[in-house]
């Protein structure tokens, strides 16, 4: 079997091409401000990475998906090591210049090491699902792959990057999903988040308790997982107010912004009026191309890394955010369509994996700048800038793109 | 069973490409909610967010004399203001900015708790900067994000004190001001008239405040001018055109007895136009331009003379011996005497009337002469007698109608009311019933008792003896609604009246009013008050044929009308452009006009005390101090 470049999934590169093409365009523009500041030459940094980026794709695509399997572990621990040693000598940067998520030797800023680490754990994770003949059917049995995501997302979050420690649990969710997991499961082992979550509301929070333990009684799981899921329910609630106060005020201000944005339009919902005025004022046709008053006048907050899809509202309009928004459900669909088609349950949960992680970043990216979701500094794919996103983003197509070609090769057919 | 069977695989697809769906479409339609239904709210706030209003101001209309000659005008000035991102960077910018506009803790806490009035507007900090000042600004300009530093017209008043009183002056709009209709309009911080014909004909001097906007950046720099469409060009206020004398003003100024309390109006009897009006101690009305100097301000408020205070419409004095002419006006009027008609009793110096005497101001007595000569030698004991037969009744009927309890109502704010009882139920309030008799007439007869006019309305009378006997209301730039108020005097009377005070002048009390050129007719006035020293008041007009002007003066604690009449003259002989030398030296030779001391008409009531509130300013909310301007 010879590689051969035009024999790739020409869908899956082509729009991961375009997407590619339109965030460092709309990074262009977030630099052309009326007062110029560093971002203005942005985009170059941006192209070097994407060069790197399309660089590892391919190597990726040559990559042997056995080689990879093998690969896995030590990748994983390798990632663990490092997110270990950032949170020893990382430092902060931007607009999280409070955490410790960059590692930075001799002053230059090399990269966060959380973005490649979310790759690791879908690999990880991928191979302990695969190598199972049956999909883990107790909580007992989820204990692995729980540890697996643990380690990573404990290192993260201690960072802390709570954005990122949420895509972690999102990627596990959706793995097990994958893996052919009881929804009724998975629901169990949510039920403590769930819980914590519902802390808030008395009786929100008791129905909860009330509806699982229903659910306990109906679905007979193993006396002691039972008896521990009731407990981490209770225990969640009553954890849910202390929690709260450990949270660091900017997390709590997020959330609390999230619930209303005008409680001080100055500070704390301040990122999130400015980003809906941006999207807001331009309209069906947007500003015009750089020519977005909100950004050029600086209202606009971190326009180039977590708010950078408010530039594309504003000066594009609707009719660039629906464009933007197309392209990436293309995405999605063409590395579903890729995870469904995989020769093998380790490829399958891979490329399962990378969609999963793409599609929650690109949902709580674009859902927080209208004030669907809250505020968590998560970059957009192929857009915020940022070099390890991108280049796991890179690595990801490239691996997604060696799977659409083995099922290809395998001669799979259209069912 | 594998999990990964084709089939199972298909099932989870359908669910997960249902999420993803469901998903994007939720997004879709709140991108749509956001961009295309919500859209003109937020183009709306990011207008609001981005444009700033910079207020234009207009240039008030000028304030210029009879011929032209100017009272009030703008000079180009600068003024520093900022324009606030929020209040800690505001905070922190007037910090940095403070020694180069010497600004002090209070000073930033003051322009803080503007800025919080309106956060939208720029905020003033230094609103008359030098050169100096401005151009060390402009070489920070780079640390002082949303600095602006405007041209902007300044009230000028070339004559300063000479016309405080007249023109008044202008200052920043107050919040009660603001809330009410007549300055609705003016934005906060605009300036408005505060006092005088500034505040009287506000509306027309104001103009309307232009605008302009400026593109800002979230870090409050000011990036560029938003496009010029949006401008809106101020317009000028209209010029004020006065019927003051500024010729007459000056003189009046300067020869008005330095360091004395006191006030000068001159009319143009046949038409009521003011000529000159003067009020001492004056002000400088350019120092309260862009914000009094608290200092300043002290000095002005704690002054026992109440230098802000105008003694022409807004104090009141006994009229004294000037109402003598009242009181003869009405009898000729009545019919119950003619020039030639004679007292009962000759004066003695004095009148028993009842258990009291009541004395004449020459001890010496008068006897008997005719209403003619008693008007000439201001005899008490003539007028007490007139007083009697005109009647209490008929005397505040009278008096009442030809306008001693009203206002005149001259186009200047503040004007106070003169006191005159409107009734016999005045002294049946104040003394109790059938407490009181007919001896309150005796005082009222010679200008005492209870009666205090402002000399507006004393000069406004005279007027009326000037002209053909109709009243007109004094004005400066229009006049009010016209009185109907009239003397109903016969021509004849009127030139007999004119012929007594012709008298007073060349042979009577105020022989030192005597022009070589202009015949002057007049009437001196002594109103004793418990402050100290009588006040001086002289009332005249010239030429006494035909007059053209009807001058007033009083002057607080200077004894003698008769002392006061030269100033009159004189003021009077530059109008007409004769000689203005008077003969001085007689001053000395004149007899006392001084009439008797108003005592109690019966024991053990209190004496009334109209005259105590002669310096008093009636306009209590002179009294606050305009708001600081830095």
């Known amino acids: 079997m010879r590689l051969r470049l035009r024999e790739i999934d020409r869908p899956l590169a082509s729009v991961a091409l375009v997407l590619a093409g339109y965030g460092l365009a709309t990074l262009y523009s977030a630099g052309q401000t009326d007062v110029p500041t560093f971002v203005a030459g942005i985009w170059h940094k941006q192209l070097l990475w994407l060069g790197i980026g399309v660089v590892a794709a391919v190597l990726m695509f040559r990559v042997s998906p056995r080689l990879l399997e093998w690969a896995t572990p030590y990748a994983y621990a390798i990632s663990v090591v490092i997110l270990l040693f950032t949170l020893v000598v990382g430092s902060g940067a931007g607009t999280a210049a409070g955490s410790r998520s960059w590692i930075t030797i001799g002053g230059v800023r090399l990269g966060q090491p959380a973005e490649l680490a979310k790759l690791a754990v879908i690999l990880m994770l991928a191979r302990w699902l695969a190598g199972r003949r049956e999909p883990p059917a107790t909580l007992r049995e989820l204990l692995p792959p729980i540890a697996i995501v643990l380690v990573p997302l404990g290192l993260v979050a201690a960072q802390p990057d709570l954005g990122s420690a949420i895509v972690f649990v999102a990627i596990f969710f959706a793995m097990l999903f994958w893996a052919g997991t009881k929804p009724s499961l998975l629901l169990l082992l949510a039920s403590p988040v769930i819980s914590l979550l519902l802390a808030f509301s008395t009786v929100a929070w008791g129905s909860w308790i009330v509806l699982l333990f229903a659910l306990l009684l109906w679905w007979r799981p193993y006396m002691w997982e039972g008896l521990a899921v009731m407990m981490l329910s209770f225990l969640a609630g009553a954890y849910a107010l202390p929690l709260w106060r450990h949270l660091a005020p900017y997390q709590q201000n997020r959330l609390l912004a999230f619930l209303n944005p005008e409680v001080d339009p100055r500070a704390t919902g301040w990122h999130v009026i400015q980003s809906k005025i941006a999207i807001g004022s331009g309209g069906l046709f947007g500003k015009g191309f750089t020519h977005g008053p909100q950004k050029r006048l600086a209202y606009l907050p971190a326009q180039h890394t977590d708010f950078i899809f408010p530039v594309v509202g504003e000066e594009l309009g609707f009719l660039g955010v629906v464009t933007a928004l197309a392209l990436f459900a293309a995405l999605i669909l063409i590395l579903l369509r890729v995870a469904r088609r995989a020769t093998d349950p380790y490829t399958s949960l891979c490329v399962f994996g990378v969609a999963g992680m793409l599609f929650v970043h690109i949902v709580e990216n674009v859902g927080m700048t209208v004030n669907l979701l809250p505020i968590t500094g998560i970059p957009l794919p192929f857009f915020s800038y940022g070099g390890s996103f991108l280049l796991a983003c890179s690595v990801a197509i490239g691996i997604a793109l060696r799977v659409a070609w083995e099922s290809r090769q395998s001669g799979y057919a259209e069912l | ?213 400026v593109e800002v950046s979230a870090l409050g720099h000011v990036v560029r001018e938003a496009d010029p469409a949006s401008r809106l060009a101020p317009v000028a206020g209209k010029p004020l055109h006065t019927t003051i004398d500024l010729d007459l003003q000056r003189y009046v100024a300067d020869i008005f007895p330095a360091g004395q309390r006191g006030a000068l109006l001159a009319l143009n009897p046949n038409t009521g136009e003011v000529l000159a009006l003067y009020s001492s101690p004056g002000f400088d009305p350019n120092a309260f331009v862009g914000g009094v100097d608290p200092d300043y301000w002290r000095r002005l408020s704690e002054s026992e003379s109440h230098p802000l205070f105008d003694r022409t419409i807004q104090a009141r004095y006994p009229p004294g011996s000037a109402w003598k002419l009242a009181m003869a006006a009405i009898a000729l009027k009545r019919g119950i005497v003619n020039f030639r008609s004679r007292m009962p009793i000759p004066c003695r110096g004095g009148l028993q009337y009842g258990n009291r005497f009541f004395r004449c101001w020459d001890a010496a007595g008068h006897g008997d002469l005719p209403l003619s000569d008693a008007i000439a030698q201001s005899c008490d004991v003539y007028f007490y007698q007139l007083g009697l037969k005109i009647g209490l009744t008929s005397l505040l009927e009278d008096a009442t109608a030809l306008g001693f309890r009203t206002r005149t109502g001259i186009d200047l704010p503040g004007e106070i009311t003169s006191e005159f009882p409107a009734g016999t139920d005045y002294y049946d309030r104040f003394y109790g019933p059938r407490r009181w008799t007919s001896a309150v007439t005796l005082n009222l007869a010679i200008g005492q008792g209870e009666n205090a006019q402002t000399l507006v309305n004393m000069v406004r009378f005279y007027q009326m003896l000037a002209s053909d006997g109709h009243a007109r209301s004094p004005y400066i730039v229009r006049p009010a609604a016209s009185t109907s108020a009239s003397l109903g005097l016969s021509p004849d009377q009127l030139a007999g009246l004119r012929q007594a005070m012709i008298n007073v002048v060349e042979r009577g009390t105020a022989r030192g009013a005597r022009l070589k050129a202009v015949t002057i007719a007049g009437k001196t006035a002594t109103s004793q008050n418990p402050h100290g020293p009588d006040h001086g008041w002289f009332i005249g007009f010239a030429p006494a044929d035909k007059p053209e002007i009807v001058v007033g003066a009083i002057v607080e604690f200077w004894r003698h ?50 005259t105590a509130r002669d310096t008093t300013p009636a306009d209590t909310t002179d009294a606050t101090p305009p708001p600081r301007d830095r």
């Open chain 2, 1 to 213: 069973m594998n999990v990964f069977h084709p089939h199972l695989l298909d099932r989870r697809l359908r669910v997960v490409r249902a999420v993803v769906w469901t998903v994007t479409g939720v997004v879709v339609l709140v991108f749509f909610r956001t961009q295309i239904l919500e859209h003109g709210k937020y183009e709306l706030q990011s207008e609001t967010n981005r444009l700033r209003p910079i207020p234009l101001p207009a240039p008030r209309g000028i304030i210029t004399d009879r011929n032209g000659r100017v009272l009030a005008e703008n000079v180009p000035g600068y003024t520093v203001s900022l324009l606030p991102g929020n209040q800690d960077s505001l905070r922190a910018t007037l910090t940095r900015i403070a020694p180069i506009v010497k600004l002090d803790s209070l000073g930033i806490e003051h322009i803080l708790s503007r800025y919080q009035r309106a956060p939208y507007l720029p905020v003033m900090v230094l609103p008359r900067a030098t050169f100096d000042v401005v151009s060390a600004l402009e070489e920070r300009r780079l640390i002082f994000p949303g600095l602006l530093i405007q041209p902007e017209p300044k009230r000028f008043y070339p004559d300063s004190g000479l016309v405080a009183h007249l023109v008044g002056y202008v200052g920043e709009v107050t919040e009660t001001e603001r809330s009410q209709r007549r300055f609705a309009a003016v934005r906060l911080g605009g300036l408005v008239g505060k006092h005088g014909l500034e505040r009287q004909y506000d509306d027309s001097l104001r103009g309307a405040d232009g605008v302009r906007f």
């Open chain 2, 561 to 610: 009308g008769s002392a006061v009449a030269p100033l009159v003259a004189r003021v009077v002989a530059r109008y007409l452009g004769a000689d203005t030398t008077v003969a001085v030296r007689i001053r000395e030779a004149l007899p006392a006009d001084t009439a008797p001391q108003p005592t109690s008409i019966l024991p053990g009531i209190p004496e009334e005390d109209t």
